[in-house]
Structure formats: structure tokens, C-alpha cells
């Protein structure tokens, strides 16, 4: 059973830092496209970053480039997403998400198949 679970929100101080941490099982880790995608109340999900299975390629919404930094480790399958410089409008439930087989990133909510149950990220003003 492929299962994705999240930890590592907590509420911060605009400029602070959070390191999210996404817990993999079920699939070989390595192979596989993991996807950060956040949730804002009365907002639809959007894509945050995602690195790439294989090459390990990563990527960034515009609105976190230079503030987000996402990686992996293998050996935990294990994918992080430390946040730096936080913003109030950075505040949401954060999820990671992977698809049922081995693809590219993408921006895409529906192209993935297993979600996290979310963690909450929330930044005072």
C-alpha cells in the first residue's frame, strides 16, 4: 500500500523557516516524481515544487523560487521542502503528492494519484 505522510508545519513568524517533510512507503522511492502542492482557504491547490524521479530534477512555482529548497533522501524515503523567509501568504495546508507510475513533474493536480493527509503551515504577520 503506497502511503505519503506529512510532517513539520507549525505556525511561524513572517521570515521564519519550516522544514516540511514527506514520508514515502509502498513504491521504490527512487524512481518516482514527488510533488509539493499547498492549499489556502477558499483557494484551489497549487503546485509548490516537485522534484523529479530519475534525474532528480526540481522545481519551483514562481512565488517560492529562491525561498523554497526541495531534495530527497533516498536512503529515508524521505522528500523535504525547507522554507525559508516565510510570508503570511504562504500560509496553507501543504501536501505531497506522487503518481501512480514513474513521470515527469507537473503542475497538474489530477496527474497524481497518492496524496498525504496535508500539514498545516501557517505565518504571522
Known amino acids: 500500500e503506497v502511503q505519503l505522510v506529512e510532517s513539520g508545519g507549525g505556525l511561524v513568524q513572517a521570515g521564519g523557516s519550516l522544514r516540511l517533510s514527506c514520508a514515502a512507503s509502498?513504491?521504490?522511492?527512487?524512481?518516482?516524481?514527488i510533488g509539493w502542492f499547498r492549499q489556502a482557504p477558499g483557494k484551489e491547490r497549487e503546485g509548490v515544487s516537485c522534484?523529479?524521479?530519475?534525474?532528480?530534477?526540481?522545481y519551483y512555482a514562481d512565488s517560492v523560487k529562491g525561498r523554497f529548497t526541495i531534495s530527497s533522501d533516498n536512503a529515508k524515503n524521505t522528500v523535504y521542502l525547507q522554507l525559508n523567509s516565510l510570508r503570511p501568504e504562504d500560509t496553507a495546508v501543504y501536501y505531497c503528492?506522487?503518481?501512480?507510475?514513474?513521470?515527469?513533474?507537473?503542475?497538474?493536480?489530477?496527474?497524481?494519484?497518492?496524496w498525504g493527509q496535508g500539514t498545516q503551515v501557517t505565518v504571522s504577520s
Open positions: 503528492a506522487a503518481p501512480i507510475n514513474p513521470a515527469p513533474c507537473s503542475w497538474y493536480v489530477d496527474e497524481y494519484d497518492y
Open positions: 509502498g513504491f521504490t522511492f527512487d524512481d518516482y516524481t
Open positions: 522534484i523529479s524521479g530519475g534525474d532528480g530534477s526540481t
